[in-house]
């Protein structure tokens, strides 16, 4: 390689920059003390990269230090490489917390979101039990409704006995009448009322009233096979039999048919 074939390759430039290879170098290196006119090119270029460096404000420094060798260079790489991977290692460390973080997250949702659907279960549950006991509730209620007597369909049997009058109210297509003794007179200290169906005073009267009691309205649920309904005042003390002493049959009302009809009984 001659003086031109260098300046064509530049080489020499690199070799000023110390950028070429040992070879290179070698070879240049060689050239230059060969050729005086190579040499002088180094030269010019040298100067030309010297001046280019004070230009910029590259040289040695003022207050004496001395140039950093490789070795020094080398220094800063390693301290620049140690921090690098610190902080590397601790950006890892945040890309492992944030992943758990979003796992956790995820799963955070997933246990919100199935609470929520439970709920939403729970919820549609309980309102179709609402709207079945409403349902339920509406129903017994129009069946209660469809059960209340008409007042204004009462018809009233009055029947008189020796001591007032005997009100018997009777519904329509109910089985139920409601006995007033409001309008008889009271019956003697120690004596009540008692009730029989169809005569059978053998047995427990169906209704018993006592002298305190008499004012008010008093309902007797009749049977399918009740003809007839016996009102006796009898005494309490001492107990004794409906054909002994203090007992009195007030008033014999036939039940057959509407209207009531009663026979008078005298005390």
Same mark, same amino acid.
């Given at each position: ?22 070879? #290179? ?10 050729? *005086? ?25 003022? $207050?004496?230090? #001395? *140039?950093?060798?490789?070795? $020094?260079?080398?220094?800063?790489? @390693?301290?620049? /490489? ?15 917390? +944030?992943?758990?973080?979003? +796992? ?20 549609? /549950? ?27 369909? /009462? ?24 006995? $007033? ?11 009540? @009322? ?12 169906? +209704? ?14 009749? #049977? ?12 309490? #003390?001492?107990?004794?039999? /409906? ?5 009195? +049959? ?8 509407? *209207? ?8």
């Amino acid at each position: 390689m001659n003086r031109d074939d260098l300046k064509k390759s530049g080489l020499l430039e690199q070799y000023v920059l110390g950028l070429t290879s040992r070879k #290179e170098s070698l070879m240049i290196q060689k050239m230059l003390e060969e050729d *005086p006119e190579v040499k002088k090119d180094f030269d010019k270029l040298r100067s030309e990269f010297d001046g280019y460096v004070v230009d910029q404000g590259l040289q040695v420094p003022d $207050d004496g230090r #001395e *140039p950093r060798k490789q070795e $020094d260079f080398d220094d800063l790489d @390693y301290e620049m /490489i140690m921090q690098m991977t610190a902080r590397n290692h601790s950006l890892v460390k945040w890309r492992y917390g +944030l992943g758990v973080l979003c +796992l956790l997250l995820l799963c955070l949702c997933g246990f919100l979101f199935r609470i929520s659907e439970n709920n939403h279960s729970n919820l549609i /549950i309980e309102k179709a039990e609402h709207a079945q006991d409403e349902t339920s509730h509406h129903l017994a209620l129009k069946h209660a409704l469809k059960s209340i007597p008409e007042w204004q369909d /009462i018809t009233t049997q009055k029947v008189a006995v020796k001591n007032g009058v005997v009100l018997l109210h009777r519904l329509l297509n109910q089985h139920v009448v409601l006995l $007033d003794l409001s309008h008889c007179d009271g019956i003697s200290a120690g004596h009540v @009322y008692h009730v029989f169906f169809n005569g059978q005073l053998n047995e427990d009267p169906v +209704l018993v009233i006592s002298g305190k009691d008499r004012l008010g309205l008093h309902p007797v649920l009749l #049977e399918k096979e009740t003809s007839s309904l016996q009102i006796y005042g009898r005494r309490i #003390e001492p107990a004794s039999s /409906i054909d002994g002493g203090g007992n009195t +049959l007030i008033a014999d009302l036939s039940l057959d048919g509407t *209207p009531i009809s009663g026979t008078l009984k005298t005390q």
